[in-house]
């Protein structure tokens, strides 16, 4: 029997940490997620996603909403195949009873993408949100370990910083940021990030000395380090590399290029 659940107001208070505890406290090996978001959903959307599920055999499910707008649906026992037949049934379904809505839809299976932490579910919900396709979006390993990832930003520019971590945090990673070498040391051995987005010139401690200063900071696992920096000298790039460095960005540069560098520094 299916078995749904709307938000109680404990629950929406941390919508995010309920699933996560949801899915790992299943007794099933896997476990389909997936969220819905609609700009112009009605106000009984809840109702007739549910309705929907209910139609399907031997579909074991819970539904919650939360003030955002946003619809999660949780099915143990479906695996990544399963959840996306289910995701294309629902859509098509919900666009058959009302014309005009225009659901956006991302899901995935865990554990075979991954683990359901917090952050990984928070991503999903926001890419839903944020899609600008009608596509459904398969929620990538790669994405889900990208969640799971920590990025300092460091830059004397605050509309630098600004842009890195919007643009950061749309691709799923979580962020911190800090504007010179001195307060980015002191974060690197609180937050221990998986990595150091930096500039070269700083306040404080800056440069190869800075760089030096990172790789051999006592913490448990030292961070990956790309270099964003308006120095372009040979000389400096190569000391940089010889460092250990993962990468070495100037500006300007191509968002785009970044994303890209980046991931490969994660894979």
Known sequence: MPNTATLQTGIQENLYQHIEDWVKAAKQKVCGVLFLYSANGPAHLE??????????????????NNEEGILAAIMPGLTLDAVHFEGLLLKQRL?????????????????????????????MAESAKRSVTGDIHIFSKEEVKAARSRILIVDNDATIREFLQIRLQMQGYETYEAEDGLSALEMIEKLKP???????????????????????????????????????VEQTISQCFQSGVEDYITKPFSPVELDARIRRCFN
């Open 47 to 64: 109702a007739q996603v549910r309705g929907i599920l209910e139609s399907q055999p031997d579909l074991s499910f819970e539904v919650w």
């Open 95 to 123: 666009q058959e009873t009302l014309p005009d809505l225009d659901p956006r839809i991302t899901l995935a299976s865990f554990p075979e993408q991954g683990e359901p932490t917090e952050s990984v579910l928070k991503q």
């Open 194 to 232: 998986d990595m150091v987005l930096t500039e070269l010139n700083l306040y404080g401690i800056d440069g190869l000395p800075y760089i030096n200063h990172i790789q051999n900071m006592n913490v448990s696992k030292s961070p990956k380090i790309v270099v964003l920096t308006e120095q372009k």
